[in-house]
Structures are given as C-alpha cells and as structure tokens.
C-alpha cells in the first residue's frame, strides 16, 4: 500500500473524555439478521490491520451463514481513530478493532492490555491473559466501560524508532519531539522528551516537516509502508517500550451479552484464528521489509546500549510502578501481570533465550 493512500485514508483525533453510557446498541435486524457496525483505529485497506479487521467481519458472516452481517469502516470514516471506544461503549457501533493503550485516558490500566515497557512478549501476554487471570482482569475493567474485549494479534517486538540523529546516551533524548503512545511514552517524558501521540495516517507528515524530530510506529513492514527512511536514517533498536504489541476487538458488552452461547463461541474463535494469522505476516513481512530497508535503502541500524537499556529498565519498572498502583484496579491487573512477568524471565531465559543464544553461534548449517 502506497503512503499516500494510507495518509489520506484515516483522519485524527484526540481521546474523547466522554462519560461513559451504559445504553447498548439495537442493531438493525431484518429476517434473523444481525446487522453491526465496527469502528477501526487504522485506515480501511490499510495491509495487516485494516484488511484484519475486514478480514474477521467477513469470516464472522460466512461461518453464521449471513446471520450476522459487520460493516467495517476504516479511521475517520465514522468517528475519528482515537474516539472508537467511545463509539462502542456509548452504542454507536457494535464492535471496535484499535488497541487499548489508547485509552489510557480512560483508565491507564488499560496499557497492560497493550504493551509495557520491558514487559510480557507477545506469547507471553496470551498466556498470561488465558492462564495467568489477564483475561478475567480485563473483562473486569472493561465492564466499567460497557465493553467486552478480545485480543488482536501481536505484531512482535517492535523496534525502538527512527532518529534524524543518532542517540548515544539518555542525555540526548532530552528536548526531543519524538511520537510514542502508551506507557513508553510516559518513560520518555521522564528522561525529558516532548512526547507526542498521533495515529499512523499523521506520523510521516509529521516527521517530514519537522513537527517531530522521531518516532516509532511498529516494525520493518510498516515503517517502510509509510516512508520514514526517507527523511530519518537512523533505526534504533530493540523496541524496550512495546515488547509484544496486541490489538483488541471489543464489542458493546450489553450486545455481547445477549448474543446465544454459539454466536459467541463462533465470534471468539474467528478472532482467536485471526490472530494467528495477521501475527504470523507481520513476522515474515517483517523479516523482507528489513532486508530491503538496509539493503536497498542505506537505513544505517544502530542499537541502543547496554548502559541505556539498563537505566531506561529500571526508570520503566518506575513508572510502570507507579502506573500499576494508581487505584485498586490498577494494582490488581499489575500485581498479576508482574508476577507473570518473573515467572517467564525465568523460563524464557532456559528456552527461547537459551535457543536463540545457542543458533547465534559461528557453526555452519546452511
């Protein structure tokens, strides 16, 4: 997909602080058929999120045999990026597919829902989150809301983001304008960056008039979908602010709960494969994007060091701390989720870890 036509397919916006409303949607029901609308964060035909959550609509409609019929509608088409768990949660639209440290504003414990800084990977989070009491904890804060949610794909570690200069210490991150979401972006603010939040169509323009001097957005794939190697060359990584990035599809929770005990069966399991599928793309796009952007492109990598990663780690247990005991609910998803965490250092370090350590090795195989 062109940059272009990803920037003028999604419009931007602010979260809305507006209250919450406990009314659910009446979809229109002709013959039997259940007819919702769902609200997207990203552009309609945008490869790896819009075309997933298009993706997830038409599977929904072929395996209920046309008896429940989803109309996606990309960002800005029907509310702006930022206001779709408004949309849902007031009963404007049905369903949402965004992720939920956007909505930070509404709760900040939905950032453990997301990503945290030096936090859970990817397949760490669907463990915790169906083994480990995530889900149940998640349900718990979303009900405040009216909503029910469900967890996207991970898009993987994310890399740390692009820089019209290079980074050699935390001293120079000082004064920078750099666009993060979610709790890394609080971790920035505190060693003294200007942290901007904007959605993906408003990122490149941004960067290219100098409206911010960095960024992240996700990985290889995307990065170069949007262009940010044409006016910053520096691609820092690893991403310690978003170790295993997961979407959400979240549906009104008063419609949930009076679907049949089979629509619902039906509708998890289309999104539980779903993710399977978007998450296995964004690592093989990943992996060719990469090759092309250092290859053909010159983007010079560099990797933030040892000296960085570790102070940046312990300021962001700080302010993860400190995000996780904000009220009750907050210390409750964090004590779970940091109890998780302990447990899978202590494993990943003997298996994945170990495993990657060991292939890394100078032996021929191939």
Do not use: C
């Amino acid at each position: 997909m062109k940059r272009r036509a990803f920037i003028k397919g999604a419009t931007a916006a602010g979260i809305a602080t507006a209250a919450v409303a406990s009314n659910f949607p009446k979809p229109a029901i002709a013959a039997g058929v259940k007819e919702w609308k769902m609200v997207m964060s990203w552009p309609l035909n945008l490869p790896g999120l819009g075309t997933s959550g298009q993706r997830v609509a038409r599977r929904i409609d072929q395996l209920s045999e046309g008896k429940i019929k989803i109309k996606v509608f990309g960002a800005g088409e029907l509310v702006p990026a930022f206001q779709v768990f408004d949309a849902v949660s007031k009963g404007d639209a049905e369903m949402y597919y965004s992720a939920e440290y956007y909505f930070q504003g509404k709760h900040k414990a939905f950032n453990f829902f997301t990503a945290v800084p030096y936090g859970l990977t990817g397949a760490e989070t669907y463990s915790w989150m169906r083994y480990g009491g995530g889900q149940e904890l998640w349900d718990a804060l979303s009900a405040q809301f009216n909503l029910k949610g469900f967890l996207a794909a991970s898009t993987g570690v994310q890399m740390g983001g692009w820089y019209r200069k290079e980074i050699n210490s935390l001293d120079d991150f000082k004064g920078l304008k750099f666009r993060m979401p979610g709790i890394g972006g609080e971790v920035l603010r505190a060693l003294g960056t200007a942290v901007i939040n904007l959605p993906g169509a408003e990122v490149f323009p941004a960067l290219q008039a100098g409206t911010i001097d960095g960024t992240e957005w996700v990985g290889p794939w995307f990065d170069m979908m949007l262009g940010f190697h044409k006016v910053a060359k520096y691609y820092y990584h690893p991403g310690f602010h978003e170790p295993g990035t997961t979407g959400s599809f979240v549906i009104n929770k008063g419609l949930w709960d009076g679907l049949t005990k089979t629509e619902q069966l039906l509708i998890e399991a289309v999104i539980q494969a779903e993710s399977m599928i978007q998450g296995a793309e964004f690592n093989a796009r990943n992996v060719t994007s990469l090759d092309v952007l250092t290859k053909k492109h010159g983007i010079k990598l560099r990797r933030y060091s040892d000296e960085m990663l570790t102070k940046i780690g312990t300021l962001s247990g700080q302010v993860v701390a400190d995000i996780g005991n904000t009220d009750a609910t907050s210390k409750a998803i964090y004590e779970s989720y940091v109890a998780f965490r302990k447990q899978s250092i202590s494993w990943g370090n003997l298996s994945e870890q170990g495993y990657m350590n060991a292939r890394s090795l100078p032996f021929k195989y191939a």
